[in-house]
């Protein structure tokens, strides 16, 4: 089974604080892909990183950074002094096999608070 | 051109009514995807095309009708639906089926 869990449903922060969103995964495939997306409020579904399976680096990109570890089947995204603009809806994705499915988690619900 | 355009952005329909949802990409892309997205869920895939053919029906109802006239363009016919079938229809491409996504920002549909 393929399956993505987002465990924190809501966040809230005040803005300047650190906040890692938590992004657990379950496939049998030994090649896939992991990918985050942000939705603000206007709906689109905004890319932000793609990894596939052989590449457990960690990147960073600005204020977000991203953490790939096949050993706990977790791919978590940290945003470095958050910003209100970073409020939004944000989904940890999976595709595996070829079959070019995502499948999403449940989304985590950022709030940065002025 | 780095964009997947939706249009209508909105749409109220009966539920006698016909309409229909367009996608368009200009960047090459030769899988297409339409996704359901209710309110404070995730997107769910309905349909993938591939090189213009469909190859997913994820068991979505007959009211909807996907076709893809050519590779830039993807439409989703819509007829007798129900109000539970209101939700963001999302279109999204990929060069292929293995790499990321590019979403357009969606179609928010209510049937009345």
């Known amino acids: 089974a393929q399956k993505v869990t987002q465990a924190q449903t809501e966040i809230s922060v005040v803005e300047k604080e650190d906040v890692t969103l938590d992004c657990v995964y379950e496939?049998?495939?030994?090649?896939?892909?992991l990918f985050w997306y942000k939705q603000p409020p206007s709906g689109e579904l905004v890319f932000l990183i793609r990894?596939?399976?052989?590449?457990?680096q960690n990147e960073i990109s600005g204020r977000y950074s991203w953490n790939f570890q096949k050993s706990t089947s977790s791919f978590n995204f940290t945003i470095t002094a958050s910003q209100v603009v970073d409020s939004a809806v944000y989904f940890c994705?999976?595709?595996?096999?070829?079959?070019?499915?995502?499948?999403f988690g449940q989304g985590t619900t950022l709030q940065v608070k002025p | 051109d780095t964009e997947v355009t939706q249009t209508p952005k909105h749409l109220v329909m009966g539920m006698t009514n016909k309409k229909s949802l367009k996608c368009e990409q200009h960047?090459?892309?030769?899988?297409m995807y339409w996704y359901k997205q209710k309110a404070k869920k995730p997107p769910e895939l309905m349909f993938v095309?591939?090189?213009?053919?469909?190859?997913i029906n994820e068991s979505v109802p007959s009211r909807f009708s996907p076709e893809c006239p050519n590779s830039s363009l993807l439409n989703l016919h819509l007829h007798a639906l129900q109000p539970e079938d209101s939700a963001l229809y999302l279109c999204?491409?990929?060069?292929?089926?293995?790499?990321?996504?590019?979403f357009g920002s969606g179609t928010r549909l209510t049937v009345v």
């Open positions: 960047m090459g892309h030769r899988a």
């Open positions: 496939t049998r495939d030994t090649t896939y892909y």
């Open positions: 994705a999976l595709r595996s096999g070829n079959t070019g499915k995502l499948i």
């Open positions: 999204a491409s990929s060069q292929d089926r293995q790499l990321g996504y590019t």
């Open positions: 095309y591939s090189y213009e053919k469909l190859s």
């Open positions: 990894r596939n399976s052989f590449d457990e």
